[in-house]
Each structure stands twice: as C-alpha cells, then as structure tokens.
C-alpha cells in the first residue's frame, strides 16, 4: 500500500467517525478537547504524588511527569513543521466531504496529535508514578486516567482538528515517552531508596 493510499484510507475513516454525532457527544467531545479545563486535575494529581509519595520521591515523580509533557509538546511541533501534514480542517477535500468543524481550526499542520501525545504521556509517566506507592495499586486512577486520554484523543477527530492517523501516532509517541520518563523516574526512586538504607537514622 503507497502512503497516498493510506492518506486516502486514512481521510475516509476520518470522515466516518467525524460524522457520528448528536446533541450530546457534540458538546462532550468539545470538553474533552479544551485541555484547559483539565488543568486542576493535574493539580490534584501532584498534589496526591506528594501525600502518597513524601515530598522527595514526589518532586521525581511530577518533574518526570512534567518532562513528558514538554517533550511531547515540542517534538510534536517539530514533526508538524518538518512532515508539514495540512489539518483536515485546512483540506479542501475534507471540508468539501462535509467535514465537522467543532472549533478553531487551530495551525496549519497536524502530524502528529500533540494532545494525543501529551494525554498518553501524562496518563502513562503518571500511572508509573503511582505504582511507586506499594501500598496501594491504584487501578482506579489508572482505569479513569487512560479512558481520558482516549477521550481526549478520539476528540480531536470529532472536532475536525485531527486524522485518526495524526491521532495514532500521538499515541504511540506519546506512551513510549511516558513509560521513559516514567522508567527514568522509577530508577531514580529506587537509588534513593538504596542510599537510605545505607544511612540509618534518615527519614525520607
């Protein structure tokens, strides 16, 4: 199969799932997609990193989480300058096959998904960061975590702003980013769980 070939396949399931729509998803899909929003539950997760974690390994953890963000943030930029894939929002033939537009048509260029990639690695090098707490496994908050990063994603083609192919890619990206960082910080914790032991009387 020629990348035209899968750019068409790709422009098709587009279309597909950005013509399924009600009174309902329209609005959900629009909140999902406004990372601005979302901006307290990040607080709320540093804030328990640290609760659960004590403050050392929690300032690991969240500038780990942190450094996920800013990598798939920015790399993201760089792949959409240099792939240079028009937006279906900014494809004629997209937008003459009755593409949905749900809000700002954003930049000119959309490979690969930054929210894609930044809510995969946010839920991904924050799920790790919980699993350093060994008391408790937190299959809640990754279960909840992962079905917004979907949402997220999957949002970004609703709204018009994305391929699904833009969004995969953001996904991929952005997990094998986050479990790096996540690993990264792990290894960290587990070294200053090492010279702990080797210092009595020290309190993390």
Not at 21 to 45: A, E, K, L, Q, R
Not at 53 to 80: E, H, M, P, R, Y
Request: hydrophobic fraction near 50%.
């Amino acid at each position: 199969m020629t990348w035209q070939q899968l750019h068409e396949l790709d422009q098709q399931f587009t279309l597909f799932l950005n013509s399924i729509h009600s009174g309902v998803t329209d609005p959900v899909m629009v909140f999902f997609s406004n990372i601005p929003v979302w901006i307290p539950m990040y607080v709320i997760v540093a804030v328990f990193l640290f609760i659960r974690l004590g403050w050392k390994k929690a300032l690991v953890a969240v500038a780990s989480i942190a450094l996920t963000f800013l990598l798939c943030d920015q790399i993201a930029n760089l792949f959409k300058d240099g792939i240079a894939r028009f937006r279906p929002c900014h494809d004629d033939f997209m937008v003459g096959e009755g593409l949905r537009i749900l809000e700002g048509k954003g930049g000119l260029y959309g490979f690969f998904s930054g929210h894609a990639s930044n809510s995969f690695g946010f839920a991904t090098s924050s799920s790790m960061a919980f699993r350093n707490d060994r008391r408790l496994k937190y299959r809640g908050y990754s279960a909840w975590i992962f079905f917004w990063a979907v949402m997220v994603s999957i949002s970004r083609v609703f709204v018009g702003k994305h391929y699904v192919g833009d969004v995969l890619a953001g996904i991929v990206f952005g997990t094998l980013l986050g479990l790096a960082c996540g690993f990264a910080a792990r290894a960290i914790m587990k070294r200053m769980d090492t010279r702990r032991q080797m210092t009595p009387g020290k309190v993390a």
